[in-house]
C-alpha cells in the first residue's frame, strides 16, 4: 500500500510541478483541494492567498517555460502516514529558488494538496 500511495503522490507532484512551469492552471488547480491556503515567505514579505488567488496569479503570469526556462523542480522526500503525507519540494524558478512543503491527503481515495507553505532562500 505504501508503495501505490508513494506513486500516487509523486504523479501529483509531477502534475503540481508541470502546471507551475507551463502555466497550466487547470492542471494546478487538479492538485488542490478547493479550501487550500498558501502561504509564504519571499525574501521577508508575507504572501498568503486563497488557492483561488494563487491560481490567478499564475494565470496571469509568464510561465518559467514561456520565459525558456528549464524545468529543474524535484521532489526532496515525502512521508506518509496513512491518508495523510507531507513533501518537501525544490522549486526553482522565475530567478527565486523556493522550497515548499505540501500537506497532501487521501480524500474519497485520490490523494490533493491541502495546504502549501514555502520560502524563498538565497
Known sequence: M???????????????????????????????????????????????????????????RQSPKDLNEKLKMKIIGIDILGKMAMAKLHVPMLDYNYYDYVSLAKINNHWTIVNKIFTHVD
Not at 504523479?11 to 502546471?19: K, R
Not at 492538485?31 to 515567505?41: A, K, L, P, Q, S
Open 2 to 60: 505504501y508503495n501505490k500511495n508513494s506513486e500516487e503522490i509523486k504523479q501529483l507532484i509531477t502534475n503540481y510541478f508541470d502546471g507551475i512551469f507551463l502555466g497550466d492552471v487547470e492542471k494546478l488547480k487538479a492538485c488542490f483541494h478547493e479550501n487550500t491556503y498558501i502561504y509564504g515567505d519571499i525574501k521577508d514579505i508575507d504572501y498568503l492567498k486563497s488557492v483561488d488567488e494563487y491560481l490567478d496569479g499564475v494565470k496571469n
